[in-house]
């Protein structure tokens, strides 16, 4: 089968034959329409990932055809349109994963390639109001800002949102699920374009956090926030702390700035604010976001379509982060 292949850190995505995989009795065989690419991969390809196997077919999302199982007792999928949960073993607690958990992509070999091979309990029909590319798009950075936003923060109707880092996946689906869920939602980004298409998407401000100040700007335009979905960290992280209300909620996804400076420690504790770290999410909550985005009809944002035979520019415009929305693969049929 085609593939995009990583043989080592460093190295380019390389498009080329790779053994076609064989469904376990557990698993379904997917032929692959579309993949999405998420910064893990281009994490992967530099050595900033843990338990790094090579050569390794990247890729946790991806949308595709059911063409064989394993046992007969999952032949009712041959031939539907499926997503896929990137999110392997989760485990049986609800606050945290398994030891032994593992994303998609890595150990496993993922979805840039013609067929994958999944547990078939971690397949689910294809919301019929998407297209193949558009499916493609929310497995995990979906259910990220999903957990993040519901599982963790509790966020609820009316309340006023938060989202830092506009563009980037996890954070465009955070706001779409807060604006859906009927919260009043701001957000933050370097630029005035990505702004500018946030507030179209229906936030009701933003301000650009390379401004001096930007976050006392921002309390007055907002008034302070409920809940503050982030994946920077570093030194701006204190600047949410003042942000936050009297009982607000951050929910920390990732650490793209490094770390945190968290200012002065009594104002979280005088404003009783809860500090919550959030990483993917559990079955049950891919489930309730299928359900989620086929209720409310949302539609991912998708920045750029390249070829799978492409996956290496791909990566590198991913890298370059100028992206509104997801970079999807397109596999050949």
Known sequence: MKSAVLHAINAAYVYQEFEKPIPASDEVLIRVQHAALNHRDVWIQKGQYAGLVFPIICGSDGCGVVEAVGSDRNKHWIGKEVVVNPSLNWGDSERYQAKNYVILGLPNH???????????????????????????????????????????????????????????????????????????????????????????????????????????????????????????????????????????????????????????????????IDILGSTMGTDAEFEKMIGFIAEHKLVPTVAQIFSLSDCEMAARYMDEGKQFGKIVLEIPA
């Open 110 to 272: 993922g979805t840039f390639a013609e067929y994958v091979c999944v547990p078939a309990r971690l397949v689910f029909e294809k919301p019929f109001h998407l297209s193949s590319a558009q499916a493609a798009a929310f497995p995990l950075a979906g259910l990220t800002g999903f957990r993040a936003l519901f599982g963790r923060a509790k966020a609820k109707a009316g309340e006023t949102v938060l989202v830092t880092g506009i563009g980037g996946g996890v954070a465009l689906f955070a706001a779409q699920f807060a604006i859906a869920a009927g919260c009043k939602v701001y957000v933050t980004s370097s630029s005035e374009e990505k702004i500018e298409k946030a507030k179209k998407m229906g936030a009701l401000g933003a301000v650009n956090y390379k401004e001096v100040d930007w976050h006392k700007k921002l309390a007055q335009e907002s008034g302070g926030f409920d809940v503050i979905v982030d994946g920077a960290g570093g030194a701006d992280f204190a600047k949410l702390i003042d942000l936050c209300k009297p009982g607000g909620r951050i929910v920390c996804y990732g650490a793209t700035m490094g770390s945190w400076n968290a200012g002065v420690p009594a104002k979280v504790f005088w404003k009783q």
